[in-house]
């Protein structure tokens, strides 16, 4: 993963932390990570919650999911980094500032825009963070049901691309497309469930 | 018999199924009502499926957004039990069964009142085996119960 490639600067810093909350506010949610930028240093801060990480916990994910976590908010710190130097890009960075200026407007540039892209690094680390036996098991003895809520007797086998795409989508929930485009009970959800589902039982096996 | 029968499906009905959270998540095994409605769905797959038989959704609303608890029959619980060959429960009970294990059934009432991550990670903290109670399929006056796993609608923010 090479995002910030075109900088020599000291990016980002990362932080493993016991609990992340919304807001770096203990008294919101919980949740997996968070990227925040102090507005004065500009300096940007990937907190990472232990939760995640600890294999026991309600909140652990697989070594693939970590990774499209610290992905996730990799990408959020490279849209904050190119808008705090318009040296970069004056044209983009005044662009990014007006368009996204808050985590949820990048996360819908995320759904709309850089899927393809988490996609593809996701496809490229996916033998370092996964085992055989974990990849061998999801494409034998998976059958997967793209039409679940409405045509349940439709099959597929199992579709790596298909998985990363939906791994891509975690985190992404709130926007207003992932809401248009997988309602509650819908064939959408459904598969987006069962993709995540599959491999958090056997990717780290 | 007929009437005992109903008698003792409204007796289970009225008395157990809202319980108390706390007493739940102490539980290492719990049931969970499956009555087919609007709220509660049930899809099951053809024969010829690997590994996802069947599920059950219970649908509720929170924070006017509809979140669901979604219950996996598969042909294993877990990758350990697939490597000791334990197939996931299925078998059929007596409703005596279901009055003697009454204080440890859940149903959608619970779901309502604690939410959908409460239910999720609370309810179920020590909890090793689930099985659903699925009230539409009762033959000769016994009840399906499938051993399942679990997920939600659930999803933690980054």
């Known amino acids: 993963m090479d995002i910030f490639a075109s900088t020599s600067r000291l990016n980002v810093k990362f932080e493993i932390n016991d609990h992340v909350h919304e807001d770096n506010d203990p008294t919101k949610k919980e949740v997996h990570a968070t990227t925040t930028q102090d507005p004065i240093t500009k300096k940007i801060t990937i907190k990472v919650s232990k939760q995640i990480l600890n294999a026991d916990g309600t909140m652990n994910q697989t070594k693939i999911e970590n990774a499209k976590t610290i992905l996730h908010e990799c990408i959020h710190a490279y849209l904050l980094t190119i808008s705090s130097y318009p040296l970069v890009d004056m044209d983009v960075a005044e662009t990014i500032n007006q368009v996204l200026p808050t985590p949820n407007k990048q996360h819908d540039f995320m759904y709309d825009k850089m899927i393809p892209v988490m996609q593809r690094v996701l496809a490229e680390i996916r033998d370092k963070v996964t085992t055989q036996a974990g990849r061998t098991n999801l494409e034998t003895l998976y059958t997967m049901r793209p039409t679940a809520m409405t045509n349940p007797s439709i099959s597929t086998p199992w579709n790596w691309n298909d998985y990363y795409f939906n791994l891509s989508l975690d985190g992404l929930h709130n926007t207003s497309s992932f809401i248009a485009d997988h309602p509650a009970n819908s064939d959408a959800f459904s598969l987006y469930d069962q993709y995540v589902k599959a491999g958090r039982i056997e990717l780290d096996r | ?158």
């Open chain 2, 1 to 158: 018999m007929k009437k005992i029968s109903l008698l003792l499906t409204l007796f289970l009905t009225s008395t157990m199924y809202c319980q108390d959270i706390s007493h739940i998540k102490t539980l290492d095994t719990i049931f969970v009502s499956f009555r087919e409605s609007q709220f509660q769905i049930k899809t099951v797959f053809p024969h010829d499926a690997k590994n996802f038989q069947r599920w059950y959704i219970i649908t509720f609303e929170e924070n006017n957004k509809m979140e669901f608890l979604k219950f996996w029959v598969t042909d294993y619980p877990n990758p350990a039990r697939r490597e000791q060959g334990i197939k996931s429960d299925m078998k059929t009970v007596k409703e005596s069964y279901l009055c003697k294990n009454k204080n440890k059934i859940v149903s959608i009432d619970f779901f309502k009142k604690y939410g959908v991550y409460r239910s999720m990670y609370e309810a179920f903290e020590k909890c090793k085996v689930i099985y659903i109670i699925d009230y539409s399929e009762i033959k000769n006056r016994r009840i399906s119960l499938y051993e399942v796993t679990r997920s939600s609608s659930l999803i933690f923010e980054e």
